[in-house]
Every structure is written in C-alpha cells, then in structure tokens.
C-alpha cells in the first residue's frame, strides 16, 4: 500500500494551506489499478465514500487535521460517488468531492483570456450557477497569475482557506473551482496566500456580480440571468432616440439622495419605479444618468471610488431589482446611462490593489499607480488583461443590464500623464510627451468595442482639456466617444451668470467664444453635480441679485442651455431652486415647493422647456453644424442682449431665440428676421405662471426693415433678465 501513501511534505502542504495544486492531491485518481480518494475536510471526525452502486467504504484518517484517504479495489475507472461525513459536531452529511469534478476551461477561452481580447470575460470569471455531472453548484473563477495558492472562502466552509483551494492554469493565470451544492445567496471571498513576505489576504471577487451591504463586503453569489426584459420596443428604437438628431435631454441624479422615505431611508430600485420614473416622465426628460451604481464602500465616494465593478450597490436592493428598474425606465420610454469609472478604483484592502501579492491591476510606480488628489489606484491600461478587465465590464452593463450608455468619468487624468502633478511626480512616455500613449488605445480599444457591439449605445466623454477628436471616429484618429461634455462651455457660462448684471457687458465675449468650437465636437452642455458641491453653492444661489432676480437668472440659464447647439444634462435639483449645496447624506429639499411658489413655478418653466424641446425639431436636428445655427445679433454687448436662431434643415423651420441678460425691461427692441410674416412668442421665461414679471408680447408681424443683417424686423419687448422664443406662425396678409 506504500504506492497510496501521500508524503510528508504533500500532506504539511494541503493541512497548512499553501497547496498550490490541490488537484494533485485531492480527489479520486487510479493507481495501479486501485480507485484513491484523498479529502480534506477541518471538522470531520469520520468519512464513507459511497458509490452509486452502493458500495461503502471507510475513510482513513491520514492526518488529524481533518485529511482522510480511501482505497477502492481493482477499479479499472473512476466511478460517481459521495461524501457521507461524520463531523465533530455529531451532524452528519451526504456531499459531492469537490475534487471529483473536471476542469470547464475550453481552450478558446483559455486563449482570449490569456491574449487580454476577451469582450465576455462575464462569462468565464465570477461565480456561476452551474451543473456539472448532474450535480448543482457554484463555479468560481478568479485571475491571480502571480499567487501561490488561492482558495474559495465563505459561510459555507467557515471562512478557512484550507478546505477549497482551486484549480489553477498556468496558461492564462485563471484558478478555477467547482463546488457543489451552494446556491444564489452564497457569500464568498478569494483567500490569497502571496509569494510577498508571507503575505496573505482575502478579496472580494473582482468580477462578483453582487455584494454584501456596507460595511460589510463578501461577494455574493447571483444568478443575473433570471430576469425576464419586456423593453424589446425601446431596444429596438433606442438609435433613435439617443443619436445626433434626437432631443437628449438627461436628468442626472444620485440614487442615495434623491429623495428618500421616512426622511432618512433610501428608496430601493423598487421603489424607484413608481416614485422617480413617474416624475422624470411628467418633466418630460429623454434619459436619466445615474452616478456610479457600481458598488462602493464609501456614501463620501459618491460611487467614484469603486469596489464591485461588476455588482451594482446592495443599498438600493439586489441585481434583479436593478434590472427591474432600467426595464419599466425603457418601458415608459426613458433611457437609462450609468457614470463608468475606468479611471482609477478604491485602495481598499480587501478590493483590486495589490491583488495577489503584486500590482496586478495598477502600476507598481506611485508615479504612474497612484492618484495623489484622490487617493486612489490607477489601472494598468498597457497590461492587455486589464483593458479586458474593464472593456469587459463596459459591455457588461449594455449586455446584462440593457443599459442605453456610459459616461465615462475623469477621461482628462486618463490621457494625461501629467495630470494634477508636480515635475518630478510623473513618468513621460516613450517619446518624452505627456500623453498616455497605454490609456489612449485602451479608450479608442473601448470604444470600438462598444459602438461594434452594441451601435445603438453611446459613450460620453467627461474631458475638461482641449484634446483634439474626442468624438471622431477611431478610424479618423480620434477618441471614438459619442459625446464629450462641454465643460469649457459650462465653466465660461456660470461664470458669466456670476456678475452682477450691471457687469456683464465687460464679458459678453465669455458667452459668444462657445460658438468658436462649438461644431468641433459632438458636444453635449452639462450643469452636474460637480457644479453644485465643494463651496461652488446651488445653481439657484450661484445666481446674483434680489430672490426674485436669482430665479430670473436661474429660468434664463436654462432657456439658454435649453436653446444653445448641444445635447443638455442638468443633475437633479436645479429644476426646482435647490437652495442648499448638494449632500449625498439626504435627500433634495422637495419641502421648497410646497412653501414657496416660486420652486414649483420655475420647474413648470423648464417642463415647458422640455416640451419645446421635444416639440421644436429647430432646437435638436442640427446640434452639430451651422446648418442649425444662425447668429442675429451678438454685438449688442453695451445691453447685454444675443439673438440667434437654430434651424431644422429637414423641414426648414426656424426658432429664433432672445436673451436679455440684465433687469432692465427693452422696448421697441428690433429685431431681424430672415423672412416675413407673423411671429409668435411660443416660450417667455419672464411669464407670470414662471414667477416672471409677465412681461409679454403679442404675435408681431415683421416690417420690411432690415435690421441685424437680415431683409425683415420685428420690434418687441424684451424682458427683464428673460429668455423669448419666438417661431413664425403665417404671413403679414
């Protein structure tokens, strides 16, 4: 029997926990014509192997840790058996062997994972429902190249690494395990044991498809494939509706403070569908942009600092809730984008950083690997594994979760090796530049992958630098986003609203330069978050003057954006004149509308903004070209006053648009119009139902006196701090 006998240093290695081929070891083999079954079980004071044939034999303990050993005569093949094991306890059990099952990697897996080009990686990594022999059970996954042993921890085995070390393959770094009989629920972990000093730690799963709530932070495992879509219509239609000549229109939003129940209790997903949908529908916005949903330790992070790339937050419900969400969003006709964080990830120990004993997913140089404003880690973007990891992750969210976009956060820290350091504190590339030649073709790599896979989708740019061709094609040597946020446009706006009317005829350039670069991109005009924390006040109280003078500005902002060439964004709360900053830690203020009209009258003032919009195709069509733009008057600078026009080309009409930036009411203003006939206010911001001061005008027929370049006039009166739209309603006869 000395052929069946393990030797010492096997049985130290499997009893101490730093096998690092458990299959070796453990589990049935043939030796000279004898079926050996190895198992090591802590806990067990006794083990039967039973075969389906009946046949019973008695485990011998080969160490009292817990390492038992049967030999099962003249077997001339493996054959089905269980475990019946008697534990110290006095319970007993019937189990499937962990180490009877076969390995499941398919060689064309092994090679996509291995090269860094699989899109699915979903699909092979995690922790999967799977059968195999018949029997049920859980299949986990995890890339740690550099580990000397990694091992499945959870509930279900006390948390001791020592009981299911993995399958590892050396071809692609994959360590594998199949368990049986564990089910959606499970919580879970990877204990590592590195070859770093002695260093051994226990992660989370870097593709887990859903977490324990914080503070707490095991994987859980989730069957993500159970839910039934019923949003084939708005699949089918989303090109449409999200392109270049469609009216965008986002709400963006924090999911955490929103609103919430019993004043301090979050809305679940569920909850979502019948308080937010309905409210984002009534204001008439075309999508809704969730900050970061994937999941995070930290309220502070704002879902920025991420942990659970692919897990959407337990603080709001479960997958299943999730998914229910996005599909009754697309069922009454709203889509849905997420903030994506490629850019950096949390420090956290139990997460990404120093995965197995190694900078596996970040740069080993601080230089490179390390945010120093933030305090975060910087992926490796020339390591191919990890541009699959997060191009993977990227096609996730569209594929499983049927969500219509991504926005991509921080692109500038990306591109930019230098960003926000001292000379000294960064490395140049290969030529001596700044740029991130790795983090350039992970972008333009991701992009492809998206708009091939999934055209209908959009990728938007959140790149506050002048980097050329953000939304030109890759193929054109560009970036590939279908969107970049045009934040110099919102940063020279607010700037501007800043002064005291009285002041602004010195930087009236501030608001014509946008039209310099507007058609150089496919931009999109956001007023977000970041606008509204960190001492920057609310949208409402940026605004100068007297209370009634700040919604005034406030209403013309909004006619503005809402009129300008580019998609619009406004985050939650600005609608109705939050006056607080926002805080993550509690919900808006929704109380203002009920004890002060002026809130309610300006959200009405850009619901009906959203309903022009949709309305007027002049002021979607053509965001992108002069073809739907027309300046009318840009030089009036002493009294603060644009004019302009945007054009449909498809039917020809036109909205031609007035701005007066100051309190002071213009009669007899003229202004030129580029053919004759009646025009109509069809929007005032001054209207008294807006809280305006009601200053109003009647159809106007246009006289044949040329005025602001143009053959035709009108003469009107222009509101104090006011947005008039006007649109040609017949002819003078």
């Not at 900050?291 to 790339?309: I, K, N, R």
């Not at 601080?366 to 933030?374: E, S």
């Not at 930087?507 to 330069?513: C, E, I, K, R, S």
């Not at 605004?543 to 939650?572: E, I």
Request: net charge negative; glycine share 8%; hydrophobic share 40%.
């Amino acid at each position: 029997m000395e052929a069946f006998q393990l030797d010492q240093g096997a049985i130290d290695a499997i009893v101490g926990g730093y096998h690092g081929a458990p299959f070796d070891v453990l589990g049935p083999r043939l030796i000279d014509g004898h079926l050996v079954i190895r198992v090591f079980w802590p806990g067990a004071a006794g083990m039967d192997v039973v075969t389906d044939e009946g046949q019973r034999v008695a485990m011998t303990a080969v160490h009292d840790a817990g390492l038992f050993q049967a030999v099962l005569p003249d077997q001339a093949e493996l054959v089905p058996y269980r475990l019946d094991v008697t534990f110290h306890t006095g319970q007993r059990g019937t189990f499937a062997d962990v180490y009877s099952f076969p390995a499941t990697m398919t060689e064309y897996d092994a090679h996509l994972l291995a090269e860094g080009t699989h899109l699915h990686i979903y699909e092979r990594l995690g922790a999967h429902l799977r059968e195999l022999d018949g029997v049920p059970g859980v299949l986990f996954c995890v890339w740690a190249p550099n580990a000397q042993r990694v091992s499945v921890v959870g509930n279900f085995n006390n948390w001791d690494g020592r009981r299911h070390p993995m399958r590892f393959h050396h071809n692609n770094g994959i360590w594998e395990l199949f368990i049986p009989d564990l089910g959606e629920g499970t919580l879970y972990k990877y204990e590592i044991k590195t070859y770093y000093q002695n260093y051994m730690v226990t992660k989370t799963d870097p593709v887990g498809f859903a977490a324990e709530l914080r503070p707490k932070n095991a994987s859980v495992v989730w069957d993500i494939d159970k839910h039934q879509w019923q949003d084939d219509d708005w699949m089918a239609s989303r090109g449409e509706r999200q392109g270049f000549r469609a009216p965008v229109n986002i709400y963006e939003l924090h999911l955490g403070s929103w609103r919430r129940k019993n004043g301090w209790e979050w809305l679940t997903y569920r909850d979502l569908i019948h308080d937010l949908i309905p409210y984002v529908k009534e204001m008439g916005f075309s999508h809704i942009e969730l900050l970061p949903v994937a999941e995070h330790p930290s309220d502070q992070s704002w879902g920025y600092q991420v942990t659970g790339f692919y897990a959407p937050t337990s603080r709001f419900g479960t997958p299943d809730d999730f998914m229910a969400f996005v599909d009754a969003c697309h069922q009454e006709g709203i889509g849905v984008l997420v903030d994506w964080v490629p850019a950096h990830f949390a420090t956290d120990e139990f997460a990404l950083g120093f995965f197995d004993g190694t900078h596996l997913y970040e740069h080993d140089d601080p230089r490179q690997g390390r945010h120093l404003d933030w305090g975060t880690l910087i992926f490796n973007y020339g390591r191919n594994e990890v541009s699959q990891f997060l191009i993977s992750n990227a096609i996730f969210w569209l594929d499983k979760y049927h969500i219509d976009g991504l926005r991509v956060d921080a692109v500038a820290s990306m591109l930019y090796l230098d960003f926000s350091r001292k000379p000294g504190e960064w490395v140049a590339n290969r030529y001596g530049g700044r740029e991130n030649l790795d983090a350039v073709a992970f972008v333009r790599r991701f992009n492809d992958a998206v708009h091939r896979l999934y055209p209908t989708a959009i990728t938007m740019a959140e790149e506050s630098t002048s980097w050329p061709g953000v939304t030109r094609p890759t193929s054109e040597g560009g970036l590939g986003f279908t969107y970049k946020w045009n934040m110099g446009w919102m940063h020279d706006t607010l700037q501007y609203f800043k002064n005291e009317p009285v002041h602004r005829s010195y930087h009236h350039g501030t608001l014509t330069f946008s039209l310099l670069y507007a058609f150089s991109e496919k931009f999109l005009l956001p007023f977000s978050h970041d606008e509204v924390v960190h001492l920057k006040r609310s949208m409402l109280d940026k605004m100068p003057g007297d209370v009634w003078q700040r919604f005034a500005n406030l209403r013309l902002l909004l006619a503005y954006q809402w009129s300008h060439p580019g998609k619009k964004l406004l985050f939650m709360g600005a609608e109705f004149g939050q006056w607080r900053e926002w805080n993550e830690a509690a919900s808006l203020d929704w109380y203002l509308l009920d004890n002060d009209p002026r809130h309610g009258q300006l959200r009405e003032s850009l619901r009906e903004l959203n309903r022009l919009y949709h309305q007027e195709r002049a002021l979607y069509e053509e965001d992108y070209s002069w073809e739907g733009f027309q300046w009318i008057d840009l030089h009036d600078y002493e009294r603060s006053i644009l004019g302009y026009a945007r054009r449909a080309p498809s039917t020809g009409e036109t909205i031609l648009v007035v701005l007066n930036f100051t309190p002071v009411v213009r009669h007899g203003y003229r202004l030129g119009v580029p053919e004759p006939g009646v025009y109509e206010e069809i929007f005032n911001s001054d209207a008294g139902h807006f809280g305006g001061s009601n200053v109003v005008n009647e159809p106007r027929p246009s006289a044949e006196v040329g005025w602001h370049g143009q053959p035709h006039s009108i003469e009107m009166i222009l509101p104090p701090l006011s947005a008039v739209f006007l649109k040609r309603i017949g002819s003078n006869e």
